[in-house]
């Protein structure tokens, strides 16, 4: 193994084992938990001093939390009373410049998962989330130069009102769900990233997401803004270690892709077993550019999640990659949406679902295609790879197609490995988890030659790592 | 030290199948299980590679005298022993490269990375082993007996054993499907192994390879028994007059009930 993959590998994989260091505190941390209601929403809007503007939306998308109904088909989550866990950790932490600064026992968190390496190697910029609160930015010199702006959240809603509030949840309305509400209504974190008009950053940002914690929620915002013609690549991992109870995550995500702008998000998921994690993904896509998703949902006990592009402009793009794997007891229910207003648009959905020990994958896919997004082409392909009779895979996609001139297919397969195929394999020497591996690479590699170097080799080793695990003696 | 299969009586499907076989394969040696379509030589050759699909209900397994009856069959393969199938299945998505590196890792004891390639000369041993089965390079880039027809199964088979090196090997029916160049290469492999020491369990219906290579013993299986064994004048009596005139003569009953 080399030395980037491993470190890789640490950042991503790190959940089974993943402990907090010892020493490790949060007594001196500043909770907000409780009841969700106007008080308390009103109470994490003055812990973050935050201006009026941004409270109204808040307490709106309160108002629409409480109206709106919790969808019907969300299963998994009974152990989940939101009006029981933390809503806002802010940990003993200001925000670091210099990743040495950071508290050393939030430091050592932080080392544990390699990334110093890679920040050093790899990425133009990263951002590191500790509970509630962005702990560490850092910022490669090019970024400064190219005026590449990366921020926490909070503090571009301070410094950039007028870009925020034009972009704000105005690509993922809060009206739209029952958890986008919530998040709406709570939020805290993540990331604020604005390209300008022609930067290309060669290397990648990351923001990297951590819960320490029980009983609490993150409600991370990310807000990435492409100006025409410019390109940048988004890398979102996160990870947790095992509690005894569950934590919930309801992040979001937000992209504008400007004229000419290519942006691609690429999401490593691989929190610990007891999360509940709902996401929140969505871009917009103008003429020329084009957007890829890549969703790699690992880890957590449940996840939703749907990236979605919508297709405004004409000759837009956008593929959507998900690759989720259900090893054990886990649900993933994950998708993908795309809306095509534009003409010439063309979008490519391509879903990869693993389910083995009991695991249970659901595809859930939208196409729209508006009347006027004339000769638009869109395709999805459901692949399901179920290991065993105890797992399970399910696939619902919908089309709404009022375009006459547009084109759209999908395709879904659903293969299984059988008892033969894995003695075929134990007989050439490989433990039934080692048969299991490569099967599942094999399912998974027109995806993983089509991804970025780096995430390819990563999923590579999480699904050796899975599924060596299991059945196998050796 | 031999491969025994010592009093196995064995079920699949719920059905009785192996009703008390003892066998031994020695070392060097080239012993051909003959037998009726039925007879249970596959059940056979799959109990003793550890196939769960097989249970077995009395009598065991050893490999140079240690007992292999509750070891997975990958454990097996680690103390020598391969199982080539008489009907290989599909494995979608799996380069045959894919598989013969990690298999030849496994074999070798270098499992820590299955799919590293630590041996630079694995590539030109991959390649070799195809020519030797007349098969192309381009195969190996190929996914695991998908599209392949009878004959080139068999040759991936082959091609496979020769990569993974074991020092026991069952072939189940080398020989069906395969044209009469198939069946020189077949003979031609089964006589360099031997030459090489290893020890060939060569289960077929037909006498027609023992001309490229000639069995050390023959043992013939009908109904789940061992019924006879000897030396080539079985396959000469079974080539003369058919299956169903040795089971009269033996005094056994031919069919399956
Ligand atoms: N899984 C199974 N379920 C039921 N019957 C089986 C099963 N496997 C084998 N048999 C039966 O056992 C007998 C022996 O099969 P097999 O070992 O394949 O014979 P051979 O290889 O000698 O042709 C056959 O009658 C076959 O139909
Ligand atoms: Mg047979």
């Known amino acids: 193994m080399t030395e980037e993959k491993r470190e890789a590998i640490r950042r991503f994989l790190p959940s089974p084992e993943l402990k907090l260091p010892e020493g490790f505190s949060s007594s001196g941390y500043f909770i907000i938990k409780g009841k969700v209601e106007k008080s308390l929403v009103e109470e994490i809007s003055r812990a973050k001093n935050e201006p009026e503007w941004m409270l109204k939306l808040r307490l709106k998308a309160l108002e629409a939390y409480e109206r709106l109904r919790f969808p019907n088909w969300v299963v998994g989550v009974e152990e989940l009373n939101i009006d029981e866990i933390a809503h806002y950790v802010r940990p003993d932490a200001g925000l670091a410049r210099s990743w040495e600064d950071i508290p050393e026992d939030i430091r050592k968190v932080y080392e544990s998962l390699r990334l110093p390496e890679a920040e050093k190697r790899a990425l133009a910029g990263i951002s590191f989330q500790f509970e509630s609160e962005t702990v560490y930015l850092g910022i490669k010199k090019l970024l400064e130069e190219k005026k590449v702006i990366m921020l926490p959240m909070e503090e571009a809603v301070q410094r950039y009102p007028d870009i925020v509030k034009q972009y704000f949840n105005k690509i993922f309305p809060y009206a739209e769900h029952k958890f986008a509400a919530l998040h709406t209504a709570l939020w805290s974190g993540g990331v604020f990233v604005y390209v300008p008009k022609g930067v290309r950053i060669p290397q990648p940002v990351e923001a990297f997401f951590f819960m320490a914690s029980a009983l609490e929620g993150q409600f991370e915002h990310t807000l990435l803004i492409a100006d025409e013609n410019s390109e940048i690549q988004f890398i979102e991992g996160c990870s947790a270690p095992m509690y005894k109870r569950y934590s919930f995550h309801d992040g979001m995500v937000e992209i504008y892709a400007h004229r000419g702008s290519k942006v691609k998000f690429v999401t490593l998921q691989n929190w610990s077993g007891n999360v509940i994690n709902f996401n929140n993904k969505r871009a917009i896509a103008e003429d020329n550019s084009t957007v890829q998703w890549l969703e790699g949902s690992v880890g957590s006990r449940v996840s939703y999640v749907y990236p979605s592009t919508i297709l405004r402009g004409d000759n837009s793009r956008t593929s959507i990659y998900t690759v989720s794997i259900s090893n054990g007891k886990k649900l993933k229910d994950t998708g993908a949406k795309i809306i095509a207003l534009g003409k010439n648009a063309a979008g490519k959905i391509v879903s990869k679902s693993i389910s083995a020990n009991g695991g249970t994958n659901i595809y859930r896919g939208l196409v729209r295609i508006s009347k006027g997004s004339m000769n638009t082409v869109v395709s999805s392909s459901c692949d399901s790879l179920i290991l065993d009779r105890e797992s399970k895979s399910l696939t619902y996609p919908h089309n709404q197609i009022e375009e006459e001139t547009a084109s759209v297919s999908h395709e879904a397969k659903t293969g299984t490995i059988s008892e033969e195929h894995l003695f075929y394999m134990r007989s050439r020497g490989l433990t039934e988890g080692e048969a299991k591996s490569l099967m599942v690479l094999g399912f998974l590699e027109d995806v993983l030659v089509d991804i970025p170097f780096e995430m390819a080799s990563v999923l590579n080793s999480v699904v050796q790592l899975e599924f060596s695990k299991i059945g196998g003696t050796g | ?257």
């Open chain 2, 1 to 257: 030290m031999p491969l025994v299969a010592e009093g196995v009586e064995a079920e699949a499907g719920g059905k009785v199948i192996l009703k008390g076989v003892t066998l031994e394969l020695r070392e060097g040696e080239v012993l051909a299980v003959m037998g009726p379509n039925g007879s249970g030589k596959t059940t056979l050759a799959n109990v003793i590679a550890g196939s769960p699909s097989v249970s077995l209900k009395k009598g065991r397994i050893l490999i140079d005298g240690e007992d292999v009856t509750e070891l997975p069959p990958e454990e097996r393969v680690l103390r020598g022993l391969m199982l080539l199938f008489q009907s290989p299945p599909e494995i979608k998505g799996v380069k045959l490269s894919t598989l013969m590196i990690a298999s030849f890792n496994k074999r070798r004891g270098l499992s820590s990375d299955l799919l590293k390639v630590t041996d630079p000369s694995i590539f030109s041993k991959m390649r070799s082993s195809l020519s030797v089965v007349g098969l192309s390079d381009e195969y190996l880039y190929r996914e695991v007996n998908v599209g392949f027809s009878g004959g080139e199964k068999k040759r991936s088979e082959l091609a496979q054993a020769m990569m993974l090196d074991p020092k026991y090997v069952i072939m189940d029916e080398p020989d069906s499907g395969l044209d009469i160049d198939g069946l020189r290469v077949v003979g031609e492999i089964i006589s360099r192994m031997k030459r090489e020491g290893k020890s060939v369990l060569l289960i077929t219906h037909y006498t027609r390879l023992f001309s490229t290579v000639k069995p050390d013993r023959i043992s013939v299986l009908m109904r789940g028994r061992i019924v006879a064994q000897g030396g080539m004048e079985i396959a000469e009596e079974i080539d003369r007059s058919g299956y169903s005139k040795l089971a009269e003569r033996l005094g056994v009953e031919l069919n399956n009930d």
